[in-house]
């Protein structure tokens, strides 16, 4: 019974370059949370998926972050441009329904150079 | 704009002595109270969970209180013991709303020898 899956675990960027995360949930979890930690932070929710709608975004920057959670296949938090304030902790959790205690894969650390 | 605040960054416990770590929110909607454990390059980790209908929840070691008029929660671990020493995050969510997750900053646990 494989948990929350992510990744690259660890992934180097140049300035300008896109980053793509991906996050294949639990099996039986449609509900997909992404999250993201700067060093000395807490987890700040970025945005909710279920299968193929984006539920809640409101913790997503306006521009350069996108995310989707498609029918087939993991969900992508993909970023734009990368800039070095991008550098960060990314996680990734699942739920079989919002209400429910979240399950966390093991997060991808974005490096901007 | 916190709706989950834990006020102390770190703690430090004596081995074999009880650790409480202190949570306080915001959100009168919130009727679902979480703790999460976290080690460092590894996603959070469910705890345990309390529900507004009850004021105390145990499961062995790790006991949770909630004082709804209070607006506060607290966990306690006891007796404290070396792998304990993580980030501990306290979230809460308004269940019965279909709400998402908000977390708390967290706060270090030092478990000393």
């Known amino acids: 019974n494989a948990g929350v899956m992510q990744n690259p675990r660890h992934l180097v960027r140049r300035r300008g370059q896109e980053a793509r995360l991906r996050c294949s949930p639990m099996?039986?979890?449609?509900?997909v949370y992404w999250y993201r930690q700067l060093p000395e932070e807490g987890l700040k929710f970025m945005v909710y998926?279920?299968?193929?709608?984006?539920?809640?975004e409101s913790g997503m920057p306006k521009e350069r972050f996108s995310a989707e959670f498609p029918k087939e296949g993991p969900s992508i938090l993909r970023i734009q441009q990368v800039v070095r304030g991008d550098s960060a902790a990314y996680f990734c959790?699942?739920?079989?329904?919002?209400?429910?205690?979240?399950?966390f894969g093991d997060g991808t650390r974005l490096s901007i150079l | 704009d916190q709706q989950v605040k834990q006020n102390s960054p770190s703690l430090s416990v004596q081995e074999g002595r009880i650790s409480i770590l202190n949570c306080d929110y915001t959100?009168?909607?919130?009727?679902?109270f979480l703790w999460y454990k976290k080690y460092p390059a590894e996603g959070p980790t469910f705890l345990i969970s309390?529900?507004?209908?009850?004021d105390k929840n145990e499961d062995g070691r790790f006991t949770v209180f909630l004082n709804k008029s209070a607006k506060h929660l607290s966990l306690h671990i006891v007796p404290s013991q070396p792998g304990d020493s993580a980030v501990y995050f306290c979230?809460?969510?308004?269940?019965?709303?279909?709400?998402?997750?908000?977390f708390g900053k967290g706060t270090r646990l030092h478990i000393l020898p």
């Open positions: 959790a699942s739920s079989p329904l919002v209400s429910q205690p979240q399950h």
């Open positions: 099996k039986g979890h449609s509900h």
């Open positions: 998926l279920q299968k193929e709608n984006i539920i809640d």
């Open positions: 959100n009168s909607m919130f009727d679902y």
């Open positions: 309390i529900s507004s209908i009850k």
């Open positions: 979230a809460a969510s308004a269940r019965d709303r279909d709400d998402k997750i908000i």
